[in-house]
């Protein structure tokens, strides 16, 4: 293997496949259920640590990629194993390590087929980080396609009573959506094969990202047909954020899925979608990205409005939490296509606190219902009463969601409508995304209203015991993390901004009706 990075070490290749070693010790530890709570989550943490010094180690003056490894893998196809990091990657790798381990800890519960869950979720780990390190088109096929498996799994044996059906429906959505990206892959490493050999380089980079980044302009293709690549990769990724019209897999899925699935789908694999139409979309499509930003930008306020009304009319509390993500990844849609510093820098800092305050919200409301076996509203009133410590976590993971000044919600949020008002999408639509502030504010302060205020319902939760230590650790360290980027997100945007400016240029010089962005 040849790598090329600051600690002269494979480390990328450490971080994405220590989880499944993990997973295929704890094949063999079958029948040793306690013992293997406590390895899946021990070595949880080990990869975590892993991941630190890539913080640590990172060059925030640096614009292109780092910790690149790389080694040939299919020379005759053009394709590579190829894995690297920039300042957008770097902190989603970071939410996926943090986020694991209390996603392990949170399914401390499980008792049936504990060893295939505590598998699944470290397997899901490793599809994750690859998605998000993966330079090769052919790689990164391979890494988003891993990931449909274990959720699949998670959700259709460990979930609700309709688990099957959100089960299936999350699959076909998700699938179908994918073979166009997979259509578009095969074309562009077609394509750059032939550049290649035509121009007399060497082949082995046909399906390299930076490759085809750097020779697309050079394929004659037409404007018709760039449109169409551009939509074979969009409709995968619009699909996964979700993007309205698209979305209607995602609350299924959510209300179906184990809390530990909850936490996963909310913090992490909804990521893979916004990632992926910075890396892939913009990237690769910069005159199109330009062209249809205002169009895509619509879509992200629609959904933005309509997710916070469904969210408004919900009963189940799983379910008005699940469409909340609806609406928040809007925002984050809204700050990719505005094309500039602002909205790209505080679309990716809302990726990582969407992470953070969604997941924490799905941990509360698992751990509430397990105690109450049930997530409906009405069944709930009065509990700052009686269980205090849970009511203090759930009102500091509602205000992160909501936008509190101080919060981390507040910091991207805000970031993002800058850089939408800045951009030619304008401030129609950001005036009316800043609705959508509102309404979140509306539905998930009446949610808390409905949980924490009123008279307590003794006769549908009777004797509810509050958090215990072990929940407590879990919900900490997110908290820790939701007040420190709110109170201090320059070094979070320090580590991303001169990638985003590198973006942005690249962007303006393609397509200079956006050079003043």
């Known amino acids: 293997m040849n790598f090329i990075n600051q600690l002269n070490f494979p480390l990328l290749s450490l971080v994405v496949f220590l989880p499944s070693v993990g997973a295929l010790i704890l094949a063999f530890m079958r029948g040793r259920r306690e013992q293997a709570r406590v390895f899946a989550l021990v070595w949880s943490v080990l990869v975590f640590a892993a991941s630190v010094p890539l913080v640590l180690y990172f060059k925030s003056d640096v614009g292109g990629m780092q910790f690149y490894e790389y080694f040939n893998w299919i020379e005759s196809w053009g394709v590579r194993y190829s894995l ?20 392990i800890w949170s399914a401390w519960n499980v008792e049936e087929g504990l060893n295939s869950f505590m598998m ?10 690859g998605v998000f390190l993966a330079q090769d088109l052919f790689l990164f096929y391979i890494f988003w396609e891993f990931t449909l498996i274990p959720m699949y799994f998670m959700i259709g ?37 032939r550049f290649l050999a035509s121009a007399g380089q060497p082949t082995e980079t046909a399906f390299s990202l930076q490759s085809v980044m750097a020779n697309i302009g050079g394929f004659g293709l037409s404007e018709t047909t760039l449109k169409m690549l551009f939509l074979a990769f969009f409709v995968a990724f619009a699909v996964k954020i979700p993007i309205w019209p698209l979305h209607t897999w995602l609350p ?3 209300v179906e899925a184990p809390t530990a699935g909850s936490v996963i789908l909310a913090a992490v694999l909804l990521k893979m979608g916004s990632y992926g139409m910075i890396r892939f979309n913009v990237q690769l499509f910069p005159q199109i990205s330009a062209e249809w930003a205002r169009p895509i930008a619509l879509l992200a306020v629609i959904g933005i409005i309509y997710g916070a009304m469904l969210a408004f009319a919900q009963t189940d509390i799983k379910k008005l939490v699940a469409y909340s993500s609806v609406s928040h990844m809007g925002f984050i849609v809204l700050g990719i296509f505005s094309l500039n510093s602002q909205g790209l820098q505080g679309s990716v800092l809302q990726m990582v606190n969407h992470g953070l305050s969604t997941g924490a919200l799905f941990l509360l409301v698992g751990m509430v219902y397990e ?4 997530r409906e509203l009405a069944d709930y009133g009065g509990l700052w009463r009686v269980v205090p ?6 009102l500091f993971a509602t205000m992160s969601s909501v936008g509190l000044p101080g919060l981390n919600g507040f910091v991207g949020e805000f970031v993002v409508m800058v850089g939408s008002f800045n951009s030619p999408i304008g401030w129609t639509y950001t005036a009316v995304a800043a609705v959508g502030v509102i309404l979140a504010a509306v539905y998930l302060l009446k949610m808390f209203q409905g949980i924490a205020s009123g008279p307590y319902n003794e006769r549908k939760t009777p004797h509810l015991s509050d958090l215990n230590r072990r929940e407590v650790a879990i919900l900490l360290p997110i908290c820790a993390l939701i007040l420190i980027i709110g109170l201090y997100p320059t070094y979070f945007f320090g580590a991303m901004e001169k990638t985003v400016a590198d973006l942005v240029a690249f962007v303006a010089n393609a397509a200079p009706a956006v050079a003043g962005r």
């Open 84 to 103: 690297a990091l920039d300042g957008i990657s770097i902190w989603l790798v970071l939410l996926t390590t943090f986020m694991t381990p209390l996603a």
């Open 120 to 129: 699944l979720i470290l397997l899901q780990e490793t599809g994750m980080l």
């Open 157 to 193: 044996m460990w979930g609700g009573p309709r688990r099957i059906y959100a089960t299936i429906k999350f699959f076909i959505y998700t699938f179908a959506a994918s073979v166009f990206m997979l259509l578009g892959i095969i074309a562009l490493g077609l394509l750059n094969y």
């Open 252 to 254: 299924d899925a959510h």
């Open 371 to 374: 105690r109450t076996h049930t």
């Open 389 to 394: 410590v849970f009511v203090f976590f759930l």
